[in-house]
Every structure is written in C-alpha cells, then in structure tokens.
C-alpha cells in the first residue's frame, strides 16, 4: 500500500488516527477555528480593510484565492503538483522579496569539517558516505532565522544548522534546525510564517524578535505553530553556544539500500557536549555587550582546537504505506517522534576543525537545498517539505545571481560534474564538445547516461506508490491534531525548565499592544497545560482560562536538558585576580587548560602574568557573560579606574565588608544569578563572596584549596549550571 492508496484504504489510516485522537477535527476549517472568517452579512462587510485593496485574496494576477493554506496535492496525502500555480507564485515572490541578504536565516556562522562514518548503515541505505571507512568533507551553517545579517546571535529564536556533504558520490545537504518540530505544515503557508514574524513592516520594529504582535497574532490564530512556539519559549531557544546545539532534520526521509528495502528515517545530530542554554537574561546583557557571541564562541573553540562534535543518527520507521508510527503522523512537519519510542541510532561523528577563510566566500555564499540529495537518500510527501524542494532553488538565482551558483567554489561538489548547462549569469567553465543535447551524435552520444551495471550508482527515484484520487487542496485528518506535542514537549520538561518557559511567554506576550491577540494565545495555553495558562495569565493581568480536561501522555525524558553529566571541553573560565595576588595564575590556567578548559584571565589592568601568559580582560571589558565558572583569588579591592566617571559598571553595585572592586562584585553577582559555578580558593580568597552578600556553602559554590581548583571546575561545569541554587516548586 502507498503512502494514500485508493479511498477505502486511506480511510483505514484515516480511522487509525481516529482511535487515537479521537477529538481530530475531520475539515480545515475546524483546524483554522480561531481564524475570522469573511462576513457574509452586508451589514457586517467594513467599508475598507486596512493593507488591501480587494475584499477577497487575489493572485498577482487578480484572480480569487479561496485556499491560502494547502497546497494542491495527488490525494489527501499525496506529493504537491507542479501545476499549483498559486503556491509557485506565493512561494517565488517570496523567495525573491530580499536582496542580497537571505530572506531567512541571514545571520549566520560557519566551519569546516570532516564526517566519518560508523559503516553500520548498509542495511539502511545504499548511501556511499555512509559505507565503511568513509571520510567526508563538510560544511556547516548555523544561523538564526529572523533577524537581519546585522542583528544579534543570542536573540530568542530558532537556529539553522545546515551541513553540505562533499561525498564522492555528489553533494548531500542536510538542511535543519536546532528544534525537530516546525511552525507550519504546508510549505504554501511560509511566506505567511515569516511575514508575521518580521520587524512590522511599518516601522522595521522589532529586529530578530518574535515579541511582538504580528507574530503572535498569526500563531496564536494558525494553531498548528502552537508546538514549535512551545519549543521556541523553551531554553532550546537561546542556546549557550552553537557547539551546544542539537539539530534536526525536521522532515522524514527515506533511505533506501542496495536490495531496493525502504525505510523512513528522521535525522538527528548530537552534540558531544550536551544540549545547553543561556539564562535569559545572560542572551540579553550579551545582545548588548557582544552581539557576535555565539560567532566568537565558534571561532575561538575551533582555534583553541576544541574542536565541535557532534554524532549524525536516524530513527527509524517501517516504510508501511500508512506513513504513521504509534499513531504519530511522520508527515506532519509540526509532529516529532520521542526518542523512547524510536532510539536515535548513530551513522558517523563529524568534528569542525577548521574555520572559514572568508566569510562572504563561504558562509554568506554557502547555498544549501533540501534536494541535494545522494543515491540512498530520497524525500518523502511531507507537504513542507514538497515546498522547500522548489523554494530552495528558485531563491538562489536572485540571492547568487543567476543558476550557476553551484560553480561557486563552497558549493562546488568534490565528485566530477557534466550537466549540459550552458551559459547564463556568473557562467565560469568552459565546456567542450558542440552537443548540450540528449541524444546526440556529434558529441559521440556523450555524456553517457549512469549505468548501474557498470558500479555507477544514479540517484534512485524510489518507485513509491501514489494514491489514485481527486486533485485537491486539503489535509488529512491527522494534521488537525495542533496541541498534544507541545503538551508532551511541556510535560517532559524539569520544574525549571517549565518555570523558564512560562517566564518567556509572559515576556513575550507582555510585548503585545493588542489585549485580543494575548487572550487568544492564553487561550491555545490553556489546551497545553492548565497551569502554564493561569500562571501566564497572571503575569499578563489577564482572567486564567477556564480548566481544560487534558491527556496526560508519557513524558519523554531525552527533551530535558537536565540531569546528566557532559564533558567540559572548551568551558570557558574566569580566573579573576589583580597585580597583588597573581603568583599562582599561571598554575591555575595550566590546570584548567589540561582539564579541556579555556581559562580567560582577568585582571584590573592589562599586561601579562609571566612570559606567554597575557591577561585576557580587564575588570572594564569583562562580562559575566563570557564565563562559564569563575575562580576568584582574592582580595580583589577597588582598583584605581573604579569610578563611575570611568567604568558605569563601578556604579553597578556597592561593596560592603572586604573591599572588593564593585565590578568584580557586579561580575560574581551576575554569575551567582545565572547560576554559574564560583570558586574561592580557601585562605586567599577568605570574604569575598559574603562581601556581594553570598555564602560560601551555597550551591555550584566550591571553596578549595589551589591545587583542587581544576577538579572542581570540571566537576561543577559537567552539569552546565548549579541549578539547585534557585528551586523551583514542581
């Protein structure tokens, strides 16, 4: 059976997801339920409509558009035709709406790298890079989605990571997220996502920030964005650093092996460090003080050769027809499987050793696409990702200017190219022979057509069965499930995790001019989860929903970033001293540095501990940002420059007890309220913590002797933050 096969048996599927959701909505317009619909009453009609200049929705052309939400597609559950002309026009004009900069995704940071393969997956896939002993180039971008190339990097947004596989075989772009769940589900409605979410397009206000009321006008009324809203008001938003980040390949793929057996598969990467957040308010204070703090993260880890890795996996899913696992709809771009159901299984290790020798060369000119795809390695009829295959490659010729892009030296594949294309903008090769043409004879028929017999392995176009049925725009039933995700997402989380989501939601929403579109997304919180709607309200001045009976699914343990212990490579740490107390510094830095640390030393004044050993920061270019642990070796007393007049910090926050510096004082406090580790050494460093109203035994706090210090940041660090310091009520 195909993945929508004749009526009866997609009615079957159909009913299957019945049983388990029994509430589905059965039309799109249950499923758009929030959204207001056109008035039929002349008394009702406005006189005019602010922003448009027709009653109805037109084309470019000006013919009426009933259905702006689904692409028209072989089935309910088929691919998307060609022949959707709308969506071709919505999509292309929208691909084309900025230049030179990306549309999405214009920020971003780049590396290089190599990815090995485990050679475990030839009873999956028939992919070379994947075989035994394979050892491929790379090229990854990490981004931000929203903001311009000049906005910060510790925004609250989703983030790209987008890897380019130079395999033998041709290039593989695997083209995700750092969240496996998307806003939408239908590719025709992306223009509509980022219009929303968008500086307003009256005042370009705000910059790289989804606190604002279009975009929570159109989430809160485009209910199936409820899911991806959960994970982006979540810490996966704000990550501690790119190297930190897990992606995900959203969509579902499929494999295929030498023996032709399909498998649907959805990607993972895993960072060898953990999954890791900043606190909000630390990605404030750093969008401020060092806007490029993610960029700068990479680029000095890779130079300090702590090198980023991450491990490459798949779950995988029976290729069945029915496109469902455990009543999950593998489809449904807004839907992700947790990992207890289906274990992420790992391929191969890739490590980003090498970092760009010019960023316009490479990262800004970097072009990925979905359809890049290897023989092994094939698309399914996931109705965004349908989209993307033609949106991808349309915005090129105006982002690169014209269709040659893949001539560009960081999109130029490793494997030999013979296309027959000829000339056009920025054409760099000089092809031979006089036959572009298939088929020819004046070119000795050349070039010859793949031969799987002769080892050469063409791109498979998998013979998946498609549904006889009606042309139609519409979806199945099962996409109309827009709240049991986020729930599942929300309920896994640990007590400070949920705390930090409803903290993000009362920000967010408390950014909102309009009290209607703050209603109605308390509202859709009130479908999630109780507690997390009233507390929001609250915060808002609102009146808390009332109580909703909700399901309690099975916590998925694997989406909480807490509680497991992860190597401390690249960590960085402050070892904080003045010219009196710097004798044992450079123990200090060496132990760390032979841990896998980076320690930054910081000092009231600049200048060099001993020979090779420059002191990093002054207490007037440090941030608390910048740390991850503190080491501190007193008595740090106010420095000469600590005057308001000088430093605005010194102002910040006053001393009492031991004279210390108050910016010092102001650099602990902030740790200690992002809940970062501090470490004192005992008999040098006596005072200092009581003197910023701390104590010595608090939580994440250590007081050791000198030769304990590595060991304890280590030991500190491996649980990213002392998040015991500030319970939270469960």
């Not at 092809?431 to 572009?436: E, L, N």
């Not at 998925?556 to 992860?566: E, F, M």
Request: glycine share 8%; net charge negative.
């Amino acid at each position: 059976m195909g993945i929508a096969g004749p009526a009866g048996e997609h009615e079957s599927v159909a009913s299957s997801v019945e049983n388990i959701q029994p509430d589905f909505p059965r039309n799109k317009e249950n499923a758009m339920a929030n959204e207001p619909k056109h008035p039929t009453d002349p008394g009702q009609q406005p006189e005019s409509v602010p922003g448009q200049d027709s009653e109805y929705l037109t084309t470019a052309q000006g013919a009426p558009v009933s259905d702006t939400d689904h692409s028209l597609k072989a089935g309910e559950r088929g691919p998307t035709l060609l022949q959707d002309h709308h969506l071709r026009e919505k999509i292309m004009h929208f691909d084309h709406e900025r230049i030179p900069e990306r549309v999405v995704h214009a920020r971003g940071a780049g590396a290089h790298g190599l990815f090995t393969s485990y050679g475990n997956a030839e009873e999956l896939t028939r992919a070379d890079f994947l075989k035994p002993g394979r050892t491929t180039r790379v090229f990854v971008r990490f981004s931000t989605v929203v903001g311009s190339r000049g906005s910060m990097d510790t925004a609250r947004d989703t983030r790209g990571f987008a890897t380019k596989f130079y395999t033998e075989e041709g290039i593989f772009d695997l083209v995700g997220n750092n969240i496996p769940v998307f806003f939408i589900q239908d590719g025709i409605k992306f223009p509509d996502l980022v219009h929303a979410a968008k500086p307003h397009p009256d005042t370009e206000i705000p910059q790289a920030q989804s606190a604002h009321d279009t975009f929570w006008d159109f989430v809160s009324l485009h209910t199936p964005a409820q899911a991806h809203v959960m994970w982006q008001m979540s810490d996966r938003a704000i990550p501690r650093s790119l190297r930190m980040m897990e992606g995900f390949g959203v969509h579902t793929f499929r494999m295929v092996n030498e023996a032709g057996k399909a498998s649907l598969v959805k990607f993972h990467w895993k960072p060898r460090l953990g999954v890791h957040s900043l606190a909000w308010e630390e990605s404030q204070l750093a969008a401020g003080a060092d806007p490029d703090f993610h960029r700068r993260d990479l680029a000095e880890a890779i130079d300090a050769g702590a090198y980023p890795e991450w491990e490459l996996g798949v779950q995988i899913f029976p290729d069945d027809g029915s496109g469902v696992f455990e009543g999950i709809d593998l489809l449904d771009p807004t839907k992700f499987v947790p990992e207890e159901l289906a274990p992420v299984q790992p391929l191969g290790k890739m490590v980003l050793d090498r970092n760009p020798e010019n960023y316009f060369a490479q990262t800004e000119q970097v072009a990925f696409h979905p359809g890049h795809l290897v023989p092994g390695i094939d698309i399914s009829d996931d109705p965004l990702l349908q989209a993307r295959l033609f949106s991808y490659l349309d915005t090129q010729l105006t982002r690169l200017g014209g269709p040659n892009f893949a001539q560009i030296p960081i999109n130029s594949p490793d494997s030999p190219v013979n296309d027959m294309f000829r000339d056009g903008f920025h054409q760099h090769r000089v092809p031979k022979g006089i036959a572009p043409y298939k088929p020819n004879s004046l070119d000795g028929g050349c070039p010859y057509m793949a031969q799987v017999v002769s080892g050469q392995q063409p791109p498979l176009d998998f013979p998946q069965p498609v549904a006889s049925g009606k042309k139609m725009r519409s979806e199945p039933a099962s996409f109309s499930d827009h709240y049991s995700q986020a729930r599942l997402f929300y309920i896994s989380l640990s007590a400070v995790e949920r705390a930090h989501v409803q903290q993000a939601y009362s920000f967010e929403l408390g950014k909102c001019t309009d009290t209607a579109i703050r209603q109605r997304q308390v509202e859709c919180l009130a479908k999630i989860d109780t507690q997390l709607a009233a507390g929001v309200a609250q915060a808002l001045g609102l009146p808390a929903p009332a109580a909703v009976q909700l399901d309690d699914p099975v916590a998925s343990p694997a989406l909480s970033q807490i509680g497991k212990a992860w190597p401390v490579d690249g960590r960085k740490v402050g070892v904080v001293f003045n010219s009196g107390n710097h004798q044992h510094v450079p123990a200090i830095a060496q132990a760390l540095a032979e841990r896998g640390m980076s320690p930054l030393l910081v000092s009231a004044s600049g200048g060099e501990v001993a020979p090779d050993l420059p002191i990093d920061r002054t207490y007037l270019t440090a941030r608390s940002i910048e740390f991850d642990a503190l080491v501190l070796i007193g008595p740090l007393p106010p420095a000469p420059d600590a005057a308001v007049a000088l430093d605005a910090k010194a102002g910040a926050l006053g001393a009492g007890g031991v004279p210390i510096d108050p910016r010092v004082a102001l650099l602990v406090a902030e740790a200690y309220r992002h809940n970062k580790a501090i470490i004192t050494l005992d008999g040098l460093s006596d005072g200092l913590l009581q003197a910023v109203g701390l104590e010595d035994d608090a939580p994440g706090i250590a007081l050791v002797e000198l030769s304990a210090v590595a060991e304890s940041a280590e030991q500190l660090l491996s649980t990213h933050r002392a998040w015991e310091r500030f319970p939270v009520a469960e």
